[in-house]
T-cell receptor, first 113, second 113 residues
Framework: NAGVMQNPRHLVRRRGQEARLRCSPMKGHSHVYWYRQLPEEGLKFMVYLQKENIIDESGMPKERFSAEFPKEGPSILRIQQVVRGDSAAYFCASSLTDYNEQFFGPGTRLTVL | AQSVTQLDSQVPVFEEAPVELRCNYSSSVSVYLFWYVQYPNQGLQLLLK??????LVESINGFEAEFNKSQTSFHLRKPSVHISDTAEYFC???????????FGTGTRLKVLA
């Protein structure tokens, strides 16, 4: 039973480029959460999605960041026109229902040059 | 709002010595508590969790944590550490009835030979 999958594991972008991070939840899970870990900090909640719906994006920067979880396929976190401050580890988690335990993926480490 | 404090950013300890990593959360009537371990450049691994029942929870590799409601603490302990325990440890809290995990800033455990 595969866990939460994230790819790529490492992503390097130059300033101004777009970054697309993918997350495949555990089998049977339809709730996905994205967290960001800045250097030397703990994880911070960004957004919570269910299939085709954004439930809570209160932790996501208003500009340049967007997330989706389509009916088919993985959840995507998109960062447009990346800046150096976007360099961080981005973790995805999934759960069976909204208040069930979340299982975390291995993360994507984004480096912006 | 819920918050998590891990007072010690770094804890050096000699091999086979005991260790305690402290975690305090702000307050709540009902909370779920977690400890995660993160090895360098890797994802989060759940170490142990308290959801309900016995206030003392244990992991398979010798760690234990005790939920203390009156002191709003969930300290992590191990009676004898190994070099392989060197990693960063994150405490996380989720209020029951919510889905957001609130993470502490992490404690870097360095086990010395």
């Amino acid at each position: 039973n595969a866990g939460v999958m994230q790819n790529p594991r490492h992503l390097v972008r130059r300033r101004g480029q777009e970054a697309r991070l993918r997350c495949s939840p555990m089998k049977g899970h339809s709730h996905v959460y994205w967290y960001r870990q800045l250097p030397e900090e703990g994880l911070k909640f960004m957004v919570y999605l269910q299939k085709e719906n954004i439930i809570d994006e209160s932790g996501m920067p208003k500009e340049r960041f967007s997330a989706e979880f389509p009916k088919e396929g993985p959840s995507i976190l998109r960062i447009q026109q990346v800046v150096r401050g976007d360099s961080a580890a981005y973790f995805c988690a999934s759960s069976l229902t909204d208040y069930n335990e979340q299982f975390f993926g291995p993360g994507t480490r984004l480096t912006v040059l | 709002a819920q918050s998590v404090t891990q007072l010690d950013s770094q804890v050096p300890v000699f091999e086979e010595a005991p260790v305690e990593l402290r975690c305090n959360y702000s307050s709540s009537v009902s909370v779920y508590l977690f400890w995660y371990v993160q090895y360098p450049n890797q994802g989060l691994q759940l170490l142990l969790k308290y959801l309900s029942g016995s206030t003392l929870v244990e992991s398979i590799n010798g760690f234990e944590a005790e939920f203390n409601k009156s002191q709003t603490s969930f300290h992590l302990r191990k009676p004898s550490v190994h070099i392989s325990d060197t990693a960063e440890y994150f405490c996380a809290v989720r209020d029951s009835g919510t889905y957001k995990y609130i993470f502490g800033t992490g404690t870097r455990l360095k086990v010395l030979a």
